[in-house]
């Protein structure tokens, strides 16, 4: 059958890409996944100034475009298919993306994390029109205005600076009375002239006519309530796993992370998870892409093993 592979992989971020990669070199008879474009959260990243070996001043865009040009480079197709379901009966897995249907020996997860939402009334109305979830992405259209970050972490903490130097004034909204940012992001926002962080409180309405105007702002202590004229609101609350369409097959924790071994076996031995997708203690690229790796030489020691034509 046309549409069956040794290794399917699902997903076209760093994790996905290595896996490609390694599945190539060995020599496997796969398929790869994207629903969206090759660098997944790569994509929404100023600068990748941590990747060892790449230098400094490489933008996530730049790292994104190297991806595919590896792929190419390897004669590896991508199939630009979201996967919406998928099954296993016997040790195969079947794969129902919006238009085919795969089947597949074993399978690789690297479907990545996507936002969290505050999910109040305005959020979803105002995306693309003031409510953002990604500074790099959409800061330049608020240069010199007035802008909120919500969220305490790193990741809240990166937007907030990264906005600083852009926009005139920038609220730091968290609910808790300190950050959960690492203390050289914290000494960094302090000294910033432009950013008032404002605790203990949350963020409960979003307003305006066509565009972001005012955001309604609850103390957590004793729940007064206030308007915040803005321009824009900065959602940095963190991420969701993308692996609904995998639960009830796979062992999935609480928060939707995918439950792996140290070789990244899920509680079903021909498939594995790699990346921001799977309970790990390092959400970076790094570890991403040395995921993707062992997943996909761990998957041809299966096959090897398990079908002897491999
Ligand atoms: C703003 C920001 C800044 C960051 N800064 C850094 C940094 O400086 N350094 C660092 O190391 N890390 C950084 N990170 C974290 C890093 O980007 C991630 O850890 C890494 O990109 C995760 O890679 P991944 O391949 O696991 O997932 P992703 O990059 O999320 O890729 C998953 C891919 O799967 C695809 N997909 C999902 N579901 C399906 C489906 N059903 N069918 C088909 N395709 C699907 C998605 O479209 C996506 O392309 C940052 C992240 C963000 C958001």
């Given at each position: 059958m046309q549409n069956f592979y040794d290794l399917a992989i699902i997903g076209a971020g760093i994790a996905g890409v290595s896996s490609a990669v390694y599945a190539k070199r060995a020599g496997l008879k796969f398929v790869i996944f994207e629903s969206g474009s090759v660098g997944g959260q790569l994509l929404l990243m100023e600068r990748v100034d941590n990747f060892i070996g790449l230098g400094l001043n490489v933008s996530g865009y730049q790292l994104a475009e190297q991806l595919s040009k590896t792929l190419n480079d390897l004669g590896i197709q991508l199939i630009f298919e979201k996967v919406i379901k998928i099954n296993t009966e016997e040790k195969i897995v079947k794969i129902w993306t919006e238009k085919n249907f795969y089947t597949s020996k074993a399978l690789i997860i690297s479907t990545g994390a996507s936002f969290k939402k505050l999910?109040?009334?305005?959020e979803d109305e105002f995306i693309g029109k003031g409510v953002s979830y990604c500074a790099v992405c959409d800061g330049f259209f608020f240069k010199n205005k007035t802008v909120a970050v919500i969220g305490g972490g790193n990741t809240a903490a990166q937007e907030a600076l990264y906005l600083s130097n852009i926009c005139a004034k920038i609220f730091l909204i968290h609910r808790r009375d300190k950050l959960r940012a690492l203390n050289y992001l914290q000494e960094a926002l302090f000294k910033k002239e432009n950013l008032k962080i404002i605790y203990n409180h949350i963020v409960t309405q979003i307003n305006g006519k066509n565009f972001v105007e005012e955001i309604i702002l609850e103390?957590?202590?004793?729940k007064l309530k206030k308007n915040l004229n803005v321009d824009a609101i900065f959602i940095a609350i963190g991420a969701t796993a993308n692996t609904q369409i995998f639960k009830g097959i796979i062992d999935i924790d609480a928060d939707g992370f995918i439950l792996t071994d140290e070789r990244l076996k899920t509680s079903l031995d021909f498939i594995w998870a790699a990346g921001d997708c799977r309970r790990r203690p390092l959400r970076q690229l790094i570890t991403a892409a040395a995921e993707g790796s062992i997943a996909a030489i761990e998957a041809y020691k299966y096959l090897k093993t398990a079908y002897i034509s491999i």
């Open positions: 999910k109040i009334k305005g103390d957590t202590e004793n």
